[in-house]
């Protein structure tokens, strides 16, 4: 018969315990890392293959116009050096009058539509723009600087403009006070980097001018208005039922629900800071035009209203999200382990925290892939109940007891509960986990009250 010192144990100290746990808790840092680079990457490649499907249709786009621009001759002078000796000389030159318009009236329906690439959505648009535009020179025009008698009214143009030409695919149409005119690819006002179409006007400058515009432009993401001139109205409304409001002006009033939206937008011309009448440079102009291509939401950009068609969930915001909770998953299911361990006597070795560990840290993947293919509940749903009922198992064998393991499998339940509501309430979710810490804090020391974590594992004596 083997001798009886097998029967004799010397356990680790309770304070030894909770090193390794947390140890082993601070490794499992780099898968949760490793998977936080994970959605990054998958969140890359959403964003290539939407880029892929807005390819052939067209960006984010940007509406401005319309815009009078009438050239007009003028006398400046130019200094030249002559023998070393700088010579003033005076030169006619041509320049340009920009004049926006008195009131622009503008109406547009969009028509939102998703299309796929394997995985990945993207939402694209369809808008119907219509709008009405009245022109009238200022009376006090020669305190601009431009003589009404220098003006060339035989190359008087309308721009109007679209900040991704492609989706132009219906052409444009522009009536001056019911004549149609013949429209021309090009020359868009600056703030959609000159893309878009203009058309001659047979206009004098005589009384006033009124002007009916209509056009079909295709996008994605996002659709943006530049407001120029005295007083810009904006009616736009959508069936797509998740509208960002954004840019320098949010709508005067909007209605939100399952079957759409509406919003009416009225910017004054005192709101926009510039003057209806430009010489040289269009108004404008000095902003980049890059930047008006942006997505929804640039906060440099005060004088552009955007409504963009935001994706109900964004699935890669929320796991990115969920990953950033991964530690306090571990933490707390490795301190009832642990409890278990010191206060209940189960014994629990290093490698089964690792292997318990690494069953939470796969959640996180689960769910990003998941997500991806049946959205982001359904897969929150599908990736929370097998690593829930894995773990649950294995804590019984782990345990030695099935009662201990309902215990871990109602932790974890709670646990993925908290987090999904914490994943929906952004503005609460510090305060509801700041609380739900605390509390967890307040059990672990009352269950360890009476733990002496410096004791050393007593000797068994063997029978005789």
């Known amino acids: 018969m083997e001798t009886e010192a097998a029967d004799v144990r010397r356990e680790r100290s309770p304070g030894v315990k909770l090193l390794f746990a947390a140890l082993i808790g601070v490794a499992l840092m780099i898968p949760l890392l490793l998977v936080y680079a ?31 621009v009438v050239p007009y001759r003028t006398t400046e002078t130019q ?10 000389k005076t030169v006619e030159v041509e320049r340009e009058l920009f004049l926006s318009p008195v009131s622009n009236d503008v109406t547009t329906k969009v028509r939102p539509q998703e299309r796929r690439k394997s995985i990945y959505r993207a939402v694209l648009f369809e808008a119907q723009i219509a709008g009405r535009a009245r022109f009238a020179l200022p009376t006090d025009l020669p305190r601009f600087g431009v003589e009404g008698s220098k003006l060339d009214w035989n190359r008087a143009q309308l721009r109007v403009g679209a900040s991704d030409a492609r989706g132009l695919t219906r052409g444009g149409r522009i009536v001056a006070d019911g004549k149609p005119l013949t429209v021309q690819p090009g020359k868009g006002p600056a703030a959609t980097g000159g893309q878009g179409f203009f058309a001659f006007v047979p206009w004098d400058g005589a009384g006033q001018l009124d002007v009916a515009y209509d056009y079909g432009l295709r996008g994605s993401g996002s659709l943006s208005l530049v407001p120029r001139g005295g007083r810009t109205q904006w009616q736009v409304a959508s069936s797509w039922p998740s509208p960002g409001f954004s840019g320098g002006f949010l709508p005067e009033t909007r209605e939100v629900g399952d079957q759409g939206f509406t919003a009416s937008y009225a910017v004054d011309k005192l709101a926009l800071g510039q003057p209806p009448v430009s010489i040289g440079e269009e108004p404008g102009a000095a902003e980049p035009a890059s930047s008006y291509r942006g997505r929804a939401g640039l906060s440099d950009q005060t004088t552009t209203i ?26 707390f299911t490795f301190v009832a382990y642990l409890l278990f361990d010191v206060v209940g006597g189960a014994r629990v070795a290093p490698a089964e925290y690792l292997l318990t560990g690494a069953g939470l840290v ?42 201990r393991a309902g215990f871990i499998g109602a932790l974890l339940v709670g646990l993925y509960a908290t987090l999904f509501v914490l994943l929906n309430l952004e503005a609460l979710s510090l305060l509801i986990g700041s609380v739900l810490l605390f509390a967890a804090l307040a059990g672990v020391m009352y269950a360890t009250r009476k733990v002496d974590w410096g004791q050393v594992g007593r000797h068994v004596p063997a029978e005789a």
Do not use: C, H, M
């Open 79 to 88: 200094v030249e050096t002559i023998g070393g000796k700088p010579v003033p």
């Open 362 to 403: 796969l959640f996180f993947v689960l769910l990003l892939a998941f997500a991806e293919v049946i959205g982001f509940t359904g897969a929150y749903l599908l990736a929370s109940g097998a690593v829930i009922g894995l773990l649950t198992a294995y804590s019984a064998a782990v345990l030695r007891s099935w009662r």
């Open 306 to 331: 955007t409504v963009g068609l935001v994706e109900p969930v964004d699935l890669y915001a929320k796991v990115d999200r969920a990953v950033k909770y991964g530690f306090l998953f571990i933490g």
């Open 38 to 68: 994970l959605v990054y990457d998958r969140q890359d490649q959403s964003n290539t293959a939407q880029a892929a499907i807005n390819a052939g249709w067209g960006g984010p786009q940007v509406i401005a116009g319309p815009l009078l």
